[in-house]
């Protein structure tokens, strides 16, 4: 079946820090994989994404590369600010993109 | 473009009373999608449309749900005879089926709570 693993939150940082959140997943044939960002009071937004394995997906300087080996696509990023504060969900499509899982999402703090 | 709207976004119900939300997509999306959220966790799939078309439903999606999107546009869900345990965020999302684009676009929610 299809599935995404992340690793409970939440994490709490100070600016400048530097930012993993985990992710894994169990998958049948060959899925896309995305992070969504959801902020307080709004809906998710599409962070970046990746559809192959060894791609890179970038965004407003986060990164995560899809790691078919170890069935990972980590979120990172270099220096985190206090408006990075938010929810973050890794979540799959399988092949066919009729539908999402997501993961059960983590939450970041980040400190001034 | 004015992205995936929900209404309403908050809802109060007494349990037993039946409630309707409304999803308008991205205007040239032809999939939407609907998923449940519960405190702390990530949302999960309930149904999805193809234009006009139902083509998958979760088992999650009890018979007191129905959802519709009669003209290929704009999707209402239903829930009927509510529950305590219906009481979650509703979210709807949309995409175009074409290759490489079929990001799925979020509304902010509607937001269900059954006394």
């Known amino acids: 079946g299809n599935s995404v693993t992340q690793m409970e939150g939440p994490v709490t940082l100070s600016e400048e820090a530097f930012l993993t959140i985990n992710c894994t997943y169990t998958?049948?044939?060959?899925?896309?994989l995305f992070w969504y960002v959801q902020y307080p009071g709004e809906g998710l937004q599409l962070l970046l994404k990746?559809?192959?394995?060894?791609d890179k997906g970038s965004n407003k300087g986060f990164e995560a590369t899809y790691r078919k080996e170890t069935t990972s696509f980590h979120l990172e990023k270099g220096s985190v600010q206090v408006s990075d504060s938010a929810v973050y969900f890794c979540?799959?499509?399988?092949?066919?993109?009729?539908?999402?899982?997501f993961g059960s999402g983590t939450k970041l703090n980040v400190k001034p | 473009d004015t992205g995936v709207s929900q209404d309403p976004r908050h809802k109060i119900t007494k349990r037993g009373q039946n409630v309707t939300f409304r999803c308008d997509p991205i205007?040239?999306?032809?999939?939407l999608y609907w998923y449940r959220q519960t405190l702390g966790q990530g949302p999960e799939f309930l149904t999805y449309?193809?234009?006009?078309?139902?083509?998958?439903k979760s088992r999650l999606l009890s018979d007191r749900f129905s959802a519709e999107r009669p003209k290929g546009s704009f999707s209402t869900l239903e829930i009927q005879r509510t529950e305590q345990g219906d009481s979650a965020m509703y979210l709807c999302?949309?995409?175009?089926?074409?290759?490489?684009?079929?990001?799925?676009?979020f509304g902010a929610g509607t937001r269900l709570s059954v006394l």
């Open positions: 999302a949309s995409s175009l089926s074409k290759e490489g684009k079929n990001i799925q676009y």
């Open positions: 998958a049948t044939g060959y899925p896309s």
């Open positions: 990746a559809t192959k394995a060894d």
């Open positions: 979540a799959l499509s399988p092949y066919n993109f009729n539908k999402f899982y």
């Open positions: 205007s040239e999306h032809n999939r």
């Open positions: 449309f193809q234009n006009e078309a139902q083509l998958e």
